[in-house]
Nanobody, 123 residues
Framework: VQLVESGGGLVQAGGSLRLSCAASGRTLSSIGMGWFRQAPGKEREFVGGYRWYGGSTVYADSVKGRFTISSVNAKNTVYLQMNSLKPEDTAVYYC?????????????????WGQGTQVTVSS
């Protein structure tokens, strides 16, 4: 599975950004996707997960109600819509694919990773 992210940038607190993750390489309906982020000096953390089959989502408490994961199946693309952004959301954001149906927070279960895209939220 190949993953290519786009859509990062600089935004003021309270603003919005939408990240995209274009996937290719295998039948996407059989895999789970995750969004993670890593701030300087911190470990990579789970943001949310998406299962192509059925479209179910799960979110970290820190982003619940502000971030939304969706997809356009015909484009094999998953989106992370980020609203009400805060300075603490500043990080490099990664999309990942598990290779199975798993789409939860266990980072070790994701085998494929995108290159990451920087999101910076100014106060």
């Amino acid at each position: 599975v190949q993953l290519v992210e786009s859509g990062g940038g600089l935004v003021q607190a309270g603003g919005s950004l939408r990240l995209s993750c274009a996937a290719s390489g295998r039948t996407l309906s059989s895999i789970g996707m995750g969004w993670f982020r890593q701030a300087p000096g911190k470990e990579r953390e789970f943001v949310g997960g998406y299962r192509w089959y059925g479209g179910s989502t799960v979110y970290a408490d820190s982003v619940k109600g502000r971030f939304t994961i969706s997809s356009v199946n015909a484009k094999n693309t998953v989106y992370l819509q980020m609203n009400s952004l805060k300075p603490e959301d500043t990080a490099v954001y990664y999309c990942a694919a598990s290779g199975t149906l798993y789409s939860g927070e266990d980072i070790t279960r994701y085998a494929y990773w995108g290159q990451g895209t920087q999101v910076t939220v100014s106060s």
